[in-house]
């Protein structure tokens, strides 16, 4: 009965933690609307999900969160240091190939995801055999640091995660 009610129970907190951060108040109606949101949406979703993504250490994931929002604030902070003040001639723009040791879609793509959304990176495309990822960085002057920082920081998290 629970199953059928919360098919996918992370995807109904995150839509009821999203909608409060959204409405930025907290009032009794707002939580009411918002939990019938997160019941309401992954009922009717569900069948799009026939194989639903198994998460290992969910607990992790607020760890890997926190890494990453730190992270998007001290690049930030970079990118606009490199913007402001390094001259053109001496930027080192670099493509990273990023083998992948992940296996499962999803950390595939929050991996894809944690890349494009730190200031400086982007993921540019994926292997057809889905095992590298192509990097754009603007300022790379030792780019295998930067695919061994990818690696241990965000893959080997994403593993304990979702394998």
């Given at each position: 009965m629970l199953r059928k009610l919360f098919p996918h129970p992370y995807l109904t907190l995150l839509l009821i933690i999203t909608w409060m951060l959204l409405v930025n108040h907290l009032k009794l109606g707002?939580?009411?609307?918002?939990?019938?949101?997160?019941?309401?949406?992954?009922?009717?979703?569900?069948?799009?999900?026939?194989?639903?993504?198994?998460?290992?250490?969910?607990?992790?994931?607020?760890g890997y969160?926190?890494?990453?929002?730190?992270?998007?604030?001290?690049?930030?902070?970079?990118?606009?240091?490199?913007?402001?003040?390094?001259?053109?001639?001496?930027?080192?723009?670099?493509?990273?190939?990023v083998p992948l040791d992940l296996r499962t879609p999803e950390a595939i793509t929050v991996l894809a995801?944690?890349?494009?959304?730190?200031?400086?990176?982007?993921?540019?495309?994926?292997?057809?055999?889905?095992?590298?990822l192509l990097i754009h960085c603007?300022?790379?002057?030792?780019?295998?640091s930067v695919r061994d920082e990818i690696k241990s920081r965000y893959e080997a998290r994403l593993m304990r995660i979702f394998e």
């Open positions: 707002s939580l009411v609307f918002a939990v019938i949101l997160g019941t309401i949406i992954p009922i009717i979703t569900a069948p799009y999900w026939p194989d639903r993504p198994l998460l290992r250490n969910p607990v992790a994931i607020i969160i926190l890494i990453v929002l730190y992270d998007i604030v001290k690049s930030n902070f970079i990118v606009a240091g490199i913007v402001l003040f390094k001259p053109k001639t001496k930027l080192q723009s670099a493509w990273i190939t995801g944690t890349i494009t959304m730190t200031p400086g990176t982007v993921t540019a495309d994926m292997s057809g055999d889905g095992k590298a603007l300022h790379a002057p030792d780019p295998d």
